[in-house]
């Protein structure tokens, strides 16, 4: 990665307006309400509706001690340009142990022992610490905006950025993982963007978008192009979630 940010000092403090390189600094805020939300709303010119001040202040309700937010206004010169949005999860033993609980019913007797009393003893302790650039609860394009030149420069300041806020949580424990997502090939998915970074890429499909043959004009005919295993298990989840309602939810029944 670069290395395109002063020293950190302090632990884990960034002062206002903090050198990127150029005439672009950034200040970075763990809590919302601290944000200058003149500035937050200047910077991205509702572009992005799950980057507004608004939206992140619903999701930030949601933060514990294992799970903590960066909020990052971009500057060029003091002119803020953009945003940059971070998501931290620390993830606990005992949480690693639910998620694996039905890998670690197939291991071997002893194996099982040995993985079930680490977990017990040390419950509490972060085994994974993921830093996010974007929301985990969505998928696009929703890390953060930008209003500069080129893709080149945006990804330089990005990166840079990045960069500190990984450095700034190191002091808290080692870092797992830091995940940037997710970019559509007609965005920022092109691979030269990340002309010359660590990062690795990897394709997902979270919108499940797949072309249907012309031949398929309704449920039926779709489930019925299935090879028989999964048709028998998509007309199971159908069954299963019958009694579901769909309602179309006011803003204040979201909020709440």
Request: net charge positive; proline share 2%; with cysteine.
């Amino acid at each position: 990665m670069f290395a395109l940010c002063d020293r950190l000092i302090q632990k884990n403090k960034f002062k206002p307006y903090k050198k990127l390189f150029g005439n672009y600094s950034f200040s970075c805020f763990d809590e919302i309400d601290n944000i200058p939300i003149d500035q937050w709303k200047e910077a991205i010119k509702d572009e992005n509706h799950f980057l507004s001040h608004s939206y992140l202040g619903i999701i930030h309700k949601q933060k514990t001690d294992n799970f903590r937010f960066k909020y990052v206004i971009v500057y060029n010169r003091i002119k803020p340009i953009g945003v940059v949005y971070f998501q931290i999860n620390d993830f606990s033993a005992s949480l690693f142990g639910e998620l694996m609980a039905h890998q670690i019913n197939e291991l071997q007797s002893k194996k099982n022992s040995v993985f079930q009393k680490y977990i017990k003893h040390n419950e509490d302790e972060t085994i994974m610490r993921l830093v996010t650039c974007g929301n985990n609860f969505i998928s696009g394009e929703h890390g953060f905006y930008l209003n500069v030149n080129s893709k080149k420069t945006t990804f330089k300041i990005v990166e840079g950025i990045i960069d500190c806020v990984s450095r700034a949580e190191k002091l808290r424990g080692k870092i797992s993982a830091v995940l940037v997502k997710d970019f559509y090939e007609e965005g920022f998915g092109d691979k030269d963007c990340w002309y010359c970074t660590k990062f690795k890429h990897f394709n997902v499909e979270p919108n499940m978008i797949i072309d249907l043959p012309e031949s398929v004009l309704n449920l039926t005919d779709y489930l019925n192009s299935f090879s028989k295993k999964y048709r028998n298990r998509a007309k199971g989840i159908l069954k299963a979630s019958a009694p579901l309602i769909k309602k179309q939810l006011t803003v204040d029944e979201v909020i709440k």
